[in-house]
Nanobody, 131 residues
Framework: QVQLVESGGGLVQAGGSLRLSCVGSGRAFSSLPWGWFRQAPGKEREFVAAITWTGGSTYHADSVKGRFTISRDNANNKVYLQMNSLKPEDTAVYYC????????????????????????WGQGTQVTVSS
């Protein structure tokens, strides 16, 4: 059974930090590109960050650039999102996602920013930033 499970969400004050984790099982997720997306109430799901399977290329949305950092641990099928200097507008459900790319065609993380690029999704973890 293919499964992605996020953790690390919670309630934090503005200016604080959180680290989201996502672990994959049922596939060789260590060889696939990953992404993080978020969805606030009443809004569409939006891209946050992506990383290639080697970790050699990362890309972050302008709204989080300089504050959030995506990384991965291939030995443990995990991807992380370190979120610093959080703002109330970062409040959303955060989802991790993986793209089926078994032959490693994705070399540039900036090429996979659409939700429809990804094939596997976690259930989401709530992040709430209070002002």
């Amino acid at each position: 059974q293919v499964q992605l499970v996020e953790s690390g969400g919670g309630l934090v004050q503005a200016g604080g930090s959180l680290r989201l984790s996502c672990v994959g099982s049922g596939r060789a997720f260590s060889s696939l590109p990953w992404g993080w997306f978020r969805q606030a109430p009443g809004k569409e799901r939006e891209f946050v960050a992506a990383i290639t399977w080697t970790g050699g290329s990362t890309y972050h949305a302008d709204s989080v650039k300089g504050r959030f950092t995506i990384s991965r641990d291939n030995a443990n099928n995990k991807v992380y999102l370190q979120m610093n200097s959080l703002k109330p507008e970062d409040t959303a459900v955060y989802y991790c996602a993986a793209k089926w790319d078994p032959i490693g065609r994705v070399y540039d993380a900036s090429s996979i920013t659409g939700a429809d690029e990804f094939d596997y999704w976690g259930q989401g973890t709530q992040v709430t930033v209070s002002s």
